[in-house]
T-cell receptor
Framework: DAKTTQPNSMESNEEEPVHLPCNHSTISGTDYIHWYRQLPSQGPEYVIHGLTSNVNNRMASLAIAEDRKSSTLILHRATLRDAAVYYCILRYSGGSNYKLTFGKGTLLTVNP | ETGVTQSPTHLIKTRGQQVTLRCSSQSGHNTVSWYQQALGQGPQFIFQYYREEENGRGNFPPRFSGLQFPNYSSELNVNALELDDSALYLC??????????????FGPGTRLTVL
């Protein structure tokens, strides 16, 4: 799996937008960009994924650079419940695509 | 819809012992993956089961083994426990995505402590 680079930590204030960056300069054309997050004392949970176009769902938005070498997870209004470790993961879309390769992720702190 | 459940929640064992961890997958999911998460690290893939067959394995020794049952629940067995096996063990069941790949739904994990 191609490698991703994320900041170790970020801080935000409650009800403000948060932009979590991810660099993936070696991404291939068949790699999807997935984001998972892990709340304290819980297993990871799926947030969003995309291939080329920007994506929105009820949890977040994913903005993908035109060259696909970077992406940004956007939380439009951070809440205290969004404090978690956020993982950016590349996944090959074909073949036996059976595992998630986690890095260390970004620890997001949300201040009240 | 019931999510992924794991048992037990916590477990304490001594070095050299054997342990079995259990996972019930989300309804309708026929694929289960197991991960090990050491403190302060991201989860590391152990192996995956699809319809009762192993479907890929990470860099873990053979003393880590697994089973998947006809109802798609799964077990992770670890023999000859070592101190470094102390970790959070996560189970995830998968739902396929249109266009390829899947979304994995994780359980809360089993915290294993080896003394």
């Amino acid at each position: 799996d191609a490698k991703t680079t994320q900041p170790n930590s970020m801080e935000s204030n409650e009800e403000e937008p948060v932009h979590l960056p991810c660099n993936h300069s070696t991404i291939s054309g068949t790699d999807y960009i997935h984001w998972y997050r892990q709340l304290p004392s819980q297993g990871p949970e799926y947030v969003i994924h995309g291939l080329t176009s920007n994506v929105n769902n009820r949890m977040a938005s994913l903005a993908i650079a035109e060259d696909r070498k970077s992406s940004t997870l956007i939380l439009h209004r951070a809440t205290l419940r969004d404090a978690a470790v956020y993982y950016c993961i590349l996944r090959y879309s074909g073949g036996s695509n059976y595992k998630l390769t986690f890095g260390k992720g970004t620890l997001l702190t949300v201040n009240p | 819809e019931t999510g992924v459940t794991q048992s037990p929640t916590h477990l304490i064992k001594t070095r050299g012992q054997q342990v079995t961890l259990r996972c019930s997958s989300q309804s309708g999911h026929n694929t289960v993956s197991w991960y090990q998460q050491a403190l302060g690290q991201g989860p590391q893939f152990i192996f995956q089961y699809y319809r009762e067959e192993e479907n890929g394995r990470g860099n873990f020794p053979p003393r880590f083994s697994g089973l998947q049952f006809p109802n798609y629940s799964s077990e992770l067995n670890v023999n000859a426990l070592e101190l470094d096996d102390s970790a959070l063990y996560l189970c995830a069941s998968s739902a396929p995505l249109a266009g390829g790949g899947d979304t994995q739904y994780f359980g809360p994990g089993t915290r294993l402590t080896v003394l």
